[in-house]
């Protein structure tokens, strides 16, 4: 499984932006992206990687640390293989490198997924 993670960039406080992560890869013909949990995490600079959000296979089911609750909303496109971050009334605190990672048998807000992407960087202004 790959994961590749595009979106993040320089923007002010209040803002907005919309984070994309495509999986790809051979293991999804025989286990389908819509069957796998999928989660964002984000680490700061001299920080630990700190969980964002995740949501079910289903689409249904999404968690959310405190802090982003009400700003930041997980969705995904099974069709597309594609799970997204809207970022909404960005802070300085939201800047990081924007990590998505993806499990067969997991979700949720610990990081113990099998498959993570490269990060995209994200940097919040004041």
């Known amino acids: 499984v790959q994961l590749q993670a595009s979106g993040g960039g320089l923007v002010q406080s209040g803002d907005s932006l919309r984070l994309s992560c495509v999986a790809s890869?051979?293991?999804?013909?025989?286990?389908?992206?819509?069957?796998?949990?999928m989660a964002w995490f984000r680490q700061a600079p001299g920080k630990e990687r700190e969980f964002v959000a995740a949501?079910?296979?289903?689409?249904?089911?999404?968690y959310y640390r405190d802090s982003v609750k009400g700003r930041f909303t997980i969705s995904r496109d099974n069709a597309k293989n594609t799970v997204y971050l809207q970022m909404n009334s960005l802070k300085p605190e939201d800047t990081a490198v924007y990590y998505c990672?993806?499990?067969?048998?997991?979700?949720?807000?610990?990081?113990?997924?099998?498959?993570w992407g490269q990060g995209t960087q994200v940097t919040v202004s004041s």
């Open positions: 990672a993806a499990d067969k048998a997991r979700v949720g807000a610990l990081p113990l997924y099998d498959h």
């Open positions: 949501i079910a296979w289903g689409g249904v089911t999404t």
């Open positions: 890869g051979r293991a999804f013909s025989n286990y389908p992206f819509s069957n796998y949990g």
